[in-house]
């Protein structure tokens, strides 16, 4: 665009009406109608959260029996998805359990709300999650909130030779009730509203709007509606960036640690306007608890905070008030938030001192990710086509680093027929032979320690990223530069504690590697044996044999049309494929048949794709049928003849077309697996 008329294309895309909606004003009778009018105007902190996280919406969903909430919240509609939070929707329900039940007055508004994880495992970002939302659900009709400010014409000595004077913590202007009418006007106000939302008033004004309240009281000599000309109601927009309605404490060096940065401190210039530092018009309310009233205050790594601090916790949360220097408690409608990690929880525990504190607190673990599909969505958000263009991201690569930080997480299984690998794709919706939904829930309920502790999604991060500077001048990232910036970080990795656990997180990226192979195997073997159709019809000719086998009867020969027992040969060449024994035979089929049964019974219809062994050893046996219409090993060798070209030309355009390679990894894949048949080849020779 060569002619860009600033000022036009302004007006074209800002309406000015929306500035002054949400800059309305207007008298303490105005508000009490928009109070008749919608009474939710004058939720308290807790049930505005409550009803901003319900605002989004909600599906469903049942896991190990168990129907799951996911709140559409945390989806993070507001910015298309930037802080998302994945694959810890029972944790975050009990986090809306915790709003829910502080909105209904049920005393866990009286409580700190401390999320505790290890690092990495979205703490900050649910915090970040619920300030954002926060600021935008106040910028809507249904979220709107009101404060005040006072006014005199005359400039005279109440504010200061001020005109105006702004509620320093942003009250309700409701307070300004006086507490000898507030019951009938309750009453009178709530009136006939049966089961909805009613009004409530809690506490009293902050000291400065109580000083300037009285004043005016004596100037009236008592008259209250004369002192209410002096009030202007606006509408109050949360923002954390001008520090209204949301607060955010990091702690500091311990030397430089004020209390005053959570309750305000004395504006000494004003003191010789006001004649004294007990005059609360000379005290600057701009604590973090103090422009956090009516909304949200974060406490990052609370517990590292100095004791001091600390104390200041115990009232706010349990009293709901502050204690200013030099002034008397100061109500405070907040929500109070901290988040922890796993060592400074654990110095909390074992410190005596801070009972109180543990008392007053309600703790809500957020865990790492021990689903591999909600892991990998962590990742995608970052490393994907539309961000990065110019790079192609090979199939497998960020699940394969998925996989190796989700088996850092879990906990050895005690079963000793169950792998860690295994335990992983039972979580993530796989099923295994003697494995049902109960077993897997079973599961999850011994490992008490699972996901708080493991490799940190800020690593794998880094790493990916490292591996895409390094190679990105090749077009084409892959699962095996990933896996050596993994392993190759590990020697310098702050958070390994012991050479225990680095050596177990070597094992585990093998694991990993181990699996790529096999996957990639598995892509290259889907590419030459690309028909679906000879699957299922290979499966169905499977099962009729093993029901046939398990019930002692003949099955029909389809050509012959006679009588005849189950093909034990074939059988056994589809079972030898998974290195299932003659031994186990018998155990496996029948675990097959029950499997089958246990679908018909809840009236669903069994898939090969629903049992993950059968289907691997169903793909292999098909493999091994067709591969010699195409000889892998020669693609490594310097020759390769015209006609062999070009099945390998057909292969490589599956692998690009069906399963998402590009010419460089699909490559690379195939010079793989064929490597790995020539080493199988000059094995068995």
Sequence with gaps: MSNLDINKFV???????DFSHLNWEGSFQDYVNLVIGNPAVSRNAFQRVHDMIMSYGET???????????????????ENGKDAIFGIDVHLMKLVNFFKSAAAGYGAEKRILLLHGP???????VARLLKKGLEQYSKSDEGALYTFEWFDEQETDILGGQKIFASPMHEDPLKLIPLQVRE????????GKKGSFKVRIKGEVCPA??????????????DWTQVMKHIRVKRFVLSEKDRLGIGTFQPKDEKNQDSTELTGDINYRKIALYGSDSDPRAFNFDGEFNIANRGIVEFI??????????????????????????????????????????????KLQSNEFMEALRDRTVKIDVPYITRLDNEVKIYQKDFNAEKIPHIHIAPHTIEMASTWSILTRLEEPKKADLTRLQKLKLYNGKTLPGYNEDNVKELRKEAIREGLEGISPRYIQDKISNALVKHGHIGCLNPFMVFNELEGGLKHHALINSPE?????KEMLAIARQEYEDIVKNDVQKAISVDETAIQTLCANYIDNVKAYTQKEKIRNKYSNRLEDADERFMRSIEEKIDIPESRKDDFRREIMNYIGALAIEGKQFDFKMNERLHRALELKLFEDQKDSIKLTTIISKVVDKETQEKIDVVKSRLIKNFG???????????????IFAKGDSAKS
């Design 209 to 222: 709007d109580r000083f300037i309240f009285n004043e005016y009281m004596k100037k009236y000599e008592g």
């Design 184 to 191: 009938e006007f309750l009453a009178a106000i709530n009136k």
């Design 301 to 346: 790594e609370m517990l590292k905070l100095d004791v001091a601090f600390l104390y200041d916790l115990l009232g706010a949360s349990q009293e709901q008030s502050v204690k200013p220097k030099k002034f008397a408690q100061t109500d405070i409608d907040e929500v109070i938030l901290g988040h922890t990690n796993e060592p400074e929880y654990r």
């Design 661 to 675: 390679y590009c010419e460089l990894c699909a490559t690379d894949a195939l010079n793989f697996v064929a490597s």
């Design 11 to 17: 007006r074209d895309h800002y309406k000015i009406e």
């Design 501 to 505: 656990q680095a050596m177990l997180f």
């Design 119 to 125: 690092v990495g495992s979205a703490k900050s970002s």
């Design 60 to 78: 469903n969903y049942t896991e190990y029996k168990k129907e799951i909430t996911r709140y559409t919240f945390f989806d993070d509609p507001m």
